[in-house]
């Protein structure tokens, strides 16, 4: 399966330079916490997108190194009587590691938090 448009995630880079580095430590310069040195303050890691930076296209990479055999037969016994058999091995994930597309990169959630005094606080 694939996204029309590419638009799906394919996984997360954990060493990749984020584009927000930059930003991010000249702001912790200007406001330092001190439990959390610049020298340890890194922000890191990105989104994974299919069709780009060498990512397959595709939702999921397919599992192609499973051997699934079948084997069939149909015998006519009389003029109205056929018996007929089959035998296979198959694989399947059961959506185990397969879902739909993942766009969250492109869309912004809304959270409902409810409260007891209809919303007021």
Excluded at 69 to 96: E, N, S
């Amino acid at each position: 399966m694939r996204e029309r448009f590419d638009r799906t995630i394919r996984g997360f880079d954990f060493s990749t330079a984020n584009p927000v580095s930059a930003q991010a430590l000249a702001n912790s310069g200007r406001s330092p916490i001190p439990q959390v040195p610049a020298s340890a303050f890194r922000t890191i890691g990105g989104l994974q997108f299919a069709g780009t930076g060498g990512q397959p296209s595709g939702l999921w990479s397919g599992d192609r190194n499973n051997f699934a055999p079948r084997f069939g037969f149909a015998y006519q016994v009389g003029k109205m009587i056929v018996v007929r058999g089959g035998y296979g091995i198959f694989f399947d994930v059961l959506w185990v590691d397969r879902t739909d597309v993942n766009q969250g990169g492109f869309n912004q959630p809304t959270n409902l938090i409810p409260s007891l005094d209809n919303g007021q606080t």
